[in-house]
């Protein structure tokens, strides 16, 4: 197996909590997952990236650790998971463990004995700081600084035992670790390679690239343009990050004996860093999972929700491209656990689910980078219905109810912006069958089902071949087939259109043209240099037609097409 194996990989997300629950207690669980395993392997993906299964008090749905080498009760036993392991093999599906190392849940042995006292040896395993001088410990404006927490509110919180401040970039129940003790950092290593040595085949770094951070702490600057306690200029990809990401490379990566995987999830992070992190040279991470499309629809933060305009997804995705062209390596998704889903997003979850949802599968899979999809992704999953703040489970939304309704705000707006971006939109139950619950649970699920799902269900695309299961499992088979599809160089066509994606890929003598409108009316378009591709192939469509204009001067409300042709050498 090439070193660079996951380059030609496809990567399918498992949230467990609403994957698939055969215990019948509504919620997802190690079984579960067994159980579907042929569903996975069906679709023809390569790896597995697995949510925290870790034991957790659950404040974030498991990104708060209190134990890393064991798994939670509620989804199973290390015994199941051995097996889970085991049964992925078989089926030549590797393992991608999420792992949560920036912070740790409050309730983990590391944080309860590091906050018993000032003096005890884990003290200085998390960041503890005594208030602002000249203030009142433990009052308002006393926090040692004025950072905002990702979920509302401070991003310290006072101690009366020790009379000090802990840091939490997250929820209160999320305290940070401090990267810059080097005991903490051998801890974390020797965790790693346990699971390694248990099967595990790489991990997604959660919020990596904040491990490293400005050791003074200082208060971010407060200007008009610059969003109210963002703390981002000092806690992203700090001074150390490079050095840190290198030694657990040497500690970890390098020494096992087997093609791993390994990914930077890094809010945040420029295409000049990224470049520097999955640099092969420099021994740090594969490939990083970064965030600025995800912004393309979001104002001054994620609840400033602005009209979606195509140019702006394109030049985002074209930046990347380019940055990235002459090295390193990213990530391709529309969809994950902390995203509503994207055929509501930038879609249209109406008259034209279906053929947007594979208009947006289409354009993203045919880019480079290594495509990620989300559970329900390949069924063209929606957001939800949401009736008030009751259907809400995430901490994120529910805290950001709470301020902004305290501050004011009517809950009716409140509401309606999260109906649109809440994480929750992901992480309704995965739509197996149109059967009770959708088939997800015998039980009562821990969220509510989507009400759409007796027509959008994995057992009906099962049987429909024209269904997005399908085409899904189309795109996924290009890029195994094609090594243009992984290797070749990017060329964004039509910038500036409103309605159409285009850009071509080439490697070698063997281009394509990919095509999307993103819209629901019909679109002229000018395929540049279109005699080029007068002989060329139509490998995918989502438009049935009896006959095809090829290349097409139209494309249909949401329609794409792929096209491949040989380059002639005179051409260059
Ligand atoms: O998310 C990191 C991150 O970028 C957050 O800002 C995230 O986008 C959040 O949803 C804000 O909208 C990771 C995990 O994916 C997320 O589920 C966790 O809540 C978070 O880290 C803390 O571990």
Redesign the pocket.
Known sequence: MSEQWWKSAVVYQVYPRSFADADGDGTGDLRGIIGRLDYIAALGVDVVWL?PVYPSPMD??G??VSDYQNIDPLFGTLSDFDELVAKMHERGLKLMMDL?V??TSDEHAWFEESRTSKYSAKRDWYWWRPARPGTTPGERGAEPNNWDS??SGSAWTYDKDTQEYYLH??SKK?PDLNWENPEVREHVYDMMRWWLDRGVDGFRM??INFISKITDLPDRLVSQAEVPGDGTPYDFSRPRIHEFLHEMNKAVFAPADKALVIVG?M?GVTVDDAVLFTDPARCEVDMVFE?EH?GVDRGHD?WDIVPFALPSLKASLAHWQRGLAECGWNSLYWN????PRVVTRFGDDGEFRVRSAKTLGTVLHMHRGTPYIYQGEELGMTNTVFEDIDDFRD??SINHFTEATSLGEPSADVLEKLRFMS?DNARTPMQWDDTAHAGFTKGEPWIGVNPNYKVINADAQALDEDSMLWHYRRLIRLRHELPVVAHGNFTMLLEDDPCVYAFTRRLGDTELLVLGNFSSQQQHLDVPDVESWLASELLLGNVFREKYDDPPSHLAPWESRIYRRRIHRREG
């Not at 994950?336 to 995203?339: P, R, S, Y």
């Open positions: 949510s974030d749905n990104y708060d949560v920036n912070h990702f979920f970039l997250f999320q959660d919020v999830e809010p965030f995800m994620k994950n656990h902390d995203q901490i994120e994480r």
